[in-house]
């Protein structure tokens, strides 16, 4: 089902060349920073979260279930990236990353960079533990921005408030705090320090944990669900490319 699935999509997407279909490179995703240039068809499985080309007849991809998928597209010099970003990868800086790489391999302008962010799990959804905003802020001057805080409810206590003003027996002690991060917004800061204009960047409204109806969420479906890929590929009539 998945290799028809993906057969059907290639074939829409115009990735065939006569009878041949474009092949897809993937990789062993583990939440890093790590991304490859690929020149060709890889001989090994590649491990790492991030891919770069300026080879037409590839098929990069991602796949995710809350994590972001990005693409990065230099229309100028005809080549592009996608990249996998969970918080573990976005802390690590991949998608800043994403764009040196690209800038050291094809000689990219970030100022020439379109960037698309595709479907994820949204600041509405995605509650974390103080051990993760605490990386954040040890990164970025700006993580304050990413975060915001909230009070777990408590239907009884809203009811009935008077009741909770002395109490303090067990089941009675002020209620948790949950942390909610903006992944998107954390990308998005980072593509504008890397250059990239803030017009040129777009993201998906849609949260994989609010539409699992439609979209993978591996939060709202337990662990029990199925990917979604992030796609790029060069077409054969955009091969000539500008060289510095």
């Not at 590649?46 to 007849?57: A, E, F």
Request: glycine share 10%; charged share 25%; aromatic share 6%.
């Amino acid at each position: 089902m998945v290799e028809r699935n993906r057969a059907a999509f290639l074939s829409q997407l115009g990735a065939t060349g006569g009878k041949k279909q474009w092949p897809i490179v993937t990789l062993r995703q583990i939440h890093s920073d790590l991304i490859h240039c690929v020149q060709g068809l890889p001989k090994e499985p590649l491990v790492g979260d991030g891919l770069i080309t300026d080879r037409p007849g590839i098929v990069l991809a991602v796949q995710t279930a809350d994590c972001l998928p990005i693409i990065l597209i230099d229309p100028k010099r005809r080549d592009l990236g996608v990249f996998h970003a969970g918080w573990r990868g976005t802390v690590k800086r991949i998608i800043e990353k994403g764009v040196g790489e690209m800038r050291r391999w094809f000689g990219t302008l970030p100022r020439d960079i379109k960037a698309a962010i595709g479907p994820g799990i949204h600041a509405c959804c995605y509650d974390v533990g103080p051990e993760v905003r605490q990386q954040f802020e040890s990164q970025f001057a700006y993580a304050s921005d990413l975060f915001r805080e909230t009070k777990e409810s408590d239907p009884v206590r809203e009811k009935y408030p008077l009741l909770f003003l002395t109490a303090r027996a067990p089941g009675h002690s002020e209620l948790p705090t949950k942390i909610f991060l903006d992944l998107v917004e954390a990308n998005r800061r980072q593509l504008i320090d890397a250059g990239v204009s803030p017009k040129n960047i777009c993201a998906s409204a849609s949260c994989t944990a609010c539409r699992a109806d439609l979209l993978f969420s591996y939060r709202a479906e337990k662990g029990v669900t199925g990917r979604m890929m992030g796609v790029a590929g060069i077409h054969d009539s955009f091969s000539t490319r500008t060289r510095r």
